[in-house]
Nanobody, 124 residues
Framework: QVQLVESGGGLVQAGGSLRLSCVAS????????MGWFRQAPGKEREFVAT????????YYDDSVKGRFTISRDNAENTVYLQMNSLKPEDTAIYYC?????????????????WGQGTQVTVSS
């Protein structure tokens, strides 16, 4: 079992930046692809970004491409989501997810482990 703990959420004005972190409890984290998802009130959980085991391959939803950057530090068992040029529509609970595969995935059904989420609120 892998536990994931997110941090870094908060309240920011439109145009601002936040960096989310997700720390994994197991050293085998370095073998897993990771992803970030988000869920706004009344909406389905949606894909944001994903990264393969090495960090060499990433993929983003079109809504965040060019503004968000996913990265990882396997020595620290941590994956990051740098969010720039934030918009009010980015407001959601952001979840870190891990999958027992080295290849990334964009569907939430492809992930085996989930964090508890961190709230991001962007004011206009």
């Amino acid at each position: 079992q892998v536990q994931l703990v997110e941090s870094g959420g908060g309240l920011v004005q439109a145009g601002g930046s936040l960096r989310l972190s997700c720390v994994a409890s197991r050293r085998t984290f370095s073998r897993y692809a990771m992803g970030w998802f988000r869920q706004a009130p009344g909406k389905e959980r949606e894909f944001v970004a994903t990264i393969n085991w090495s960090g060499g391959s990433t993929y983003y939803d079109d809504s965040v491409k060019g503004r968000f950057t996913i990265s990882r530090d396997n020595a620290e068992n941590t994956v990051y989501l740098q969010m720039n040029s934030l918009k009010p529509e980015d407001t959601a609970i952001y979840y870190c997810a891990g999958r027992s595969s080295s290849s990334y995935a964009i569907r939430k059904e492809g992930y085996d482990y989930w964090g508890q989420g961190t709230q991001v609120t962007v004011s206009s």
